[in-house]
């Protein structure tokens, strides 16, 4: 393991456009995580602090979700398809450990592009280029593997509070919905923006778009789209820190800050050598889990507020 703290990247504080964003503050989240909720947020913008990278014994990782039952990090392995075959089985899961030591190198095989993933409760969901796995991580077992025929590159899946699975078509430009066991379009973005991240709530989407280099919010009622954040880059994960404020990486190495007063900042800028793809944010130890692609590494991160 790489323990060198002090991180390599370029960090720093760089504003960008503010816009506008309703303030969510998570009050529940302070019965869970007690003086840590209260004393964590004492900056307005925060700051990464290297806690370790791991050695490159990843396969393009793409994806990092954690299991708060069993403590553990679920790691998407792509395997050749950036630059192969994309259906050639080589594709896996792993369990990773969060000192970042692999438990199970291979926990879900013979996927053939794994990239954006969730849990819910006990079922871990899998985006497989054309096709999204069900897997029930209790038994170890596939609960249930949809393939899509009407879809071109499935990206991120996420999962909102009651247990509903929207997964993005990003090729294809669409969100889908899992409606009684079939994938129906959701959204259809007819503006072609590319939409990678997703994050679900109760009232809407928060959608990364790659093309159009923003964050924005898709009302799951109306369908009405709001701006967030721009300049983004090629937008990828989303993770929100429990203040109302939201993380979000840029693919090509940055990671932005929005905070809840809409204020946008850069965090990381790490483009000159490594990427950025899908992140998890674990709130109760304000740690951030960056998977580094094509470095074949994933990195651990503390969210410092000073």
């Not at 793809?277 to 470095?295: G, M, T, Y």
Request: aromatic letters at 10%; glycine letters at 8%; one cysteine or more.
């Amino acid at each position: 393991m790489k323990t060198d703290a002090a991180a390599s990247e370029r960090s720093t504080h760089r504003k960008l456009s503010p816009m506008d964003i309703p303030m969510r503050f998570l009050l529940s989240l302070s019965v869970i995580v007690g003086p840590l909720f209260v004393s964590a947020f004492a900056s307005d913008v925060p700051r990464l602090e290297l806690l370790w990278e791991s050695e490159p014994v990843h396969f393009f990782p793409e994806c990092v979700v954690y299991d708060p039952e069993r403590k553990v990090l679920y790691v998407s392995n792509i395997g050749e398809t950036p630059d192969g075959e994309p259906h050639n089985g080589d594709g896996y899961v792993s369990v990773v450990d969060l000192d970042g030591k692999i438990v199970t190198k291979k926990y879900i095989d013979g996927l053939n592009d794994p990239k954006g993933m969730d849990i819910y409760e006990d079922t871990l969901w899998v985006n497989d280029r054309d096709a999204i796995v069900q897997w029930d991580i209790a038994s170890g077992k596939l609960v249930n593997r949809f393939e899509l025929q009407d879809v071109v590159f499935l990206n991120d899946i996420g999962v909102g509070p009651n247990g509903e699975v929207f997964s993005n078509d990003a090729d294809g430009h669409k969100v889908l919905a899992l409606n009684d066991g079939k994938w129906d379009v959701f959204w259809d973005n007819t503006e072609e923006q590319r939409p990678n991240g997703i994050w679900v709530e109760s009232d809407r989407l928060l959608l990364a778009m790659n093309w159009s280099h923003q964050l924005i919010a898709l009302d799951r009622t109306t369908l009405e789209q709001t701006v967030l954040l721009d300049e983004i880059g090629a937008g990828d994960g989303i993770e929100p820190v429990g203040n109302g404020g939201y993380l979000v990486t840029d693919y090509l190495g940055q990671v932005f800050y929005l905070s809840p007063d809409g204020e946008g900042s850069v965090l990381m800028d790490s483009r000159d050598d490594k990427l950025t793809a899908d992140l998890e944010f674990i709130v109760d130890q304000q740690l951030v889990i960056i998977p580094r692609h094509r470095n074949h590494t994933i990195a651990a991160y503390r969210l410092v507020w000073e």
